[in-house]
């Protein structure tokens, strides 16, 4: 047994994978081979959509959110293929799915399976206030944050040393925690981290909404929007996955120059 889990220990270290972030150049540190992440991906969009069936391809609200995310698309695995990064994004399956729910929500798995809830439509109200959170979220599979996340999650709820046990030999109790980094919970530390990616894919989604022409303007204007509604809870930083609405728009004010040399007005 000893020497079965010295085998396993041994098999995880090999898939470290120290790699850097594009567009922000942050080094960064993943445990997990991105087949196993997209695998588990799939399986936790079917059930979603299995509970939560999509609108029809022939509603205007699912044709404004594919129209605007195919845009992104196109744009994000042109930039990515030009500055050596289109091994991102090879194994991707895309899928940008509106269902009806009234929360202001979005969510992005890894794999390009991005699911948009109808009750955060009112508060993006234009291509370019969607493109603000569609690009958001396409930054976050970029970026593989749910790789970085779900490693530091496993590492927390089941030690180093468990954590090649756990991805060879209980396959649900990882779905499980795969599962859990994208809903609600977590722990301090964890959710600490969180914020450090929050602020990454608004920077990444910028230059993405830019380079697919979207004015990355526009993404200041709809988290000032999202601030007034009220959609964004108002819960202390220190206990909230996401930073608050006035740290992320100064954060989003300062990153702005940056965002706009990527910026080419849509023909």
């Known amino acids: 047994m000893i020497k079965r889990i010295?085998?396993?220990?041994?098999?995880?270290?090999?898939?470290?994978?120290?790699?850097?972030?594009?567009?922000?150049?942050?080094?960064q540190f993943r445990m997990l081979p991105e087949s196993m992440i997209n695998n588990m991906s799939l399986i936790a969009y079917n059930d979603f959509i299995a509970a939560n069936?999509?609108?029809?391809?022939?509603?205007?609200?699912?044709?404004?959110?594919?129209?605007?995310?195919?845009?992104?698309?196109?744009?994000?695995?042109?930039?990515?293929?030009?500055?050596?990064?289109?091994?991102?994004?090879?194994?991707?399956?895309?899928?940008f799915t509106l269902v009806d729910d009234p929360m202001v929500n979005a969510f992005c798995l890894p794999g390009g399976k991005i699911v948009v809830y109808s009750g955060i439509l009112p508060v993006t109200k234009t291509d370019a206030g969607l493109a603000t959170v569609l690009s958001h979220e396409i930054a976050h599979a970029v970026a593989r944050h749910g790789?970085?996340?779900?490693?530091?999650?496993?590492a927390v709820a089941m030690g180093g040393v468990a954590l090649s046990v756990a991805m060879q030999n209980n396959p649900q109790e990882t779905q499980n925690v795969f599962n859990s980094v994208y809903g609600i919970g977590g722990t301090l530390g964890i959710l600490a981290y969180s914020r450090k990616h929050e602020y990454e894919a608004d920077k990444i989604g910028m230059v993405f909404m830019a380079l697919a022409g979207f004015d990355p303007a526009e993404s200041v204007v709809f988290w000032e929007r999202?601030?007034?509604?009220?959609?964004?809870?108002?819960?202390p930083q220190f206990l909230s996955t996401h930073p608050t609405d006035d740290n992320r728009i100064a954060?989003?004010?300062?990153?702005?120059p940056t965002a706009k040399t990527y910026y080419k007005p849509a023909q």
């Open 251 to 256: 954060a989003m004010k300062e990153f702005l």
């Open 147 to 154: 790789n970085e996340r779900m490693s530091q999650q496993l």
């Open 53 to 95: 069936p999509a609108v029809p391809t022939t509603d205007s609200r699912t044709q404004q959110v594919v129209g605007v995310g195919q845009k992104l698309q196109n744009a994000t695995i042109t930039y990515l293929k030009k500055h050596g990064y289109g091994k991102r994004v090879k194994q991707f399956s895309w899928a």
């Open 226 to 235: 999202m601030s007034a509604s009220g959609a964004g809870a108002n819960i």
């Open 6 to 27: 010295s085998v396993l220990i041994i098999l995880a270290v090999l898939f470290v994978d120290c790699t850097r972030v594009p567009v922000t150049r942050r080094k």
